[in-house]
Nanobody
Framework: QVQLVESGGGSVQPGGSLRLSCAAS????????MGWYRQTPGKQRELVAT???????NYADSVKGRFTISRDNAKNTVYLQMNSLKPEDTAVYYC???????????????WGQGTQVTVSS
């Protein structure tokens, strides 16, 4: 139906930058919001940032001013530019899309497999 593939994770020193990408593929009729969430061991998955199809963004307070979410609707791709990274940003980052497959006339949440981001000196 809808597959999400993330890329761009890795290891970086504090203060560094990384850019995550997530491409949606499959028989997609429409994608509403897309976003990024993160999770560390023993904790619940938390919202990092979301963006609607019209470009309205929402950020967690902990990343405001450091992270920027954007999307290319023509490519069904969402990006997360992460600057001034801190050790507490270390987590597995998951891409999310609220999408309608072509064969199902309803929106559902779809998730990527996750990509590890490690911030350490």
């Amino acid at each position: 139906q809808v597959q999400l593939v993330e890329s761009g994770g890795g290891s970086v020193q504090p203060g560094g930058s990384l850019r995550l990408s997530c491409a949606a593929s499959g028989s997609i009729f429409s994608i509403d919001a897309m976003g990024w969430y993160r999770q560390t061991p023993g904790k619940q998955r938390e919202l990092v940032a979301t963006i609607t199809s019209g470009g309205i963004t929402n950020y967690a307070d902990s990343v405001k001013g450091r992270f920027t979410i954007s999307r290319d609707n023509a490519k069904n791709t969402v990006y997360l530019q992460m600057n001034s990274l801190k050790p507490e940003d270390t987590a597995v980052y998951y891409c999310n899309a609220f999408a309608m497959p072509a064969i199902l006339f309803r929106f559902s949440d779809y998730w990527g497999q996750g990509t590890q981001v490690t911030v350490s000196s």
